[in-house]
């Protein structure tokens, strides 16, 4: 009989601490992804989470005593869809984001550093109408 074949994990949840309330940060998060908090949560829980309605990872916002010390060490790459990333990088600053870095190319490529409203850091790179696509 033949052992069976390990298969490799698939990345469930995404965590984010929040020493504020997760479902401010979770709020942030799902403009910004267009995906809506759990119907469950509500300001002041100690937990917020989005799903994935494709199956991909969710992501969960959870209260923390301790602040942010350091620069993130996972952060998240996103890439725009209908806009440009300039346009996404404007809508994202409106949402309560802000500018940590500028790493754009004189070639137009290359990415911009935003920190969400606790501090967690994620880049937004070129989408496909800048790349030739749609």
């Known amino acids: ?30 403009q910004l992804l267009g995906r809506p908090l759990h119907e469950d949560d509500k300001p002041g829980d100690p937990e917020a989470v989005i799903e994935d309605p494709s199956g991909g990872p969710t992501l969960l916002f959870v209260q923390v005593p301790e602040g942010k010390t350091v620069k ?28 940590v870095a500028d790493h754009i190319r004189p070639d137009g490529g290359g990415f911009v550093v935003l920190a969400d409203t606790e501090g967690n850091e994620f880049c937004v790179e070129r989408g496909p109408l800048e790349m030739g696509g749609a």
């Open 1 to 30: 009989m033949t052992e069976p074949q390990p298969s490799y994990p698939t990345i469930r949840t995404i965590t984010f601490d929040c020493t504020g309330d997760p479902y401010d940060v979770g709020l942030f998060w799902s």
């Open 72 to 99: 993130n060490r996972v952060h998240l790459d996103l890439t725009p869809h209908g806009r440009t990333r300039d346009q996404e990088v404007e809508r994202v600053l409106s949402l309560g984001a802000r500018r």
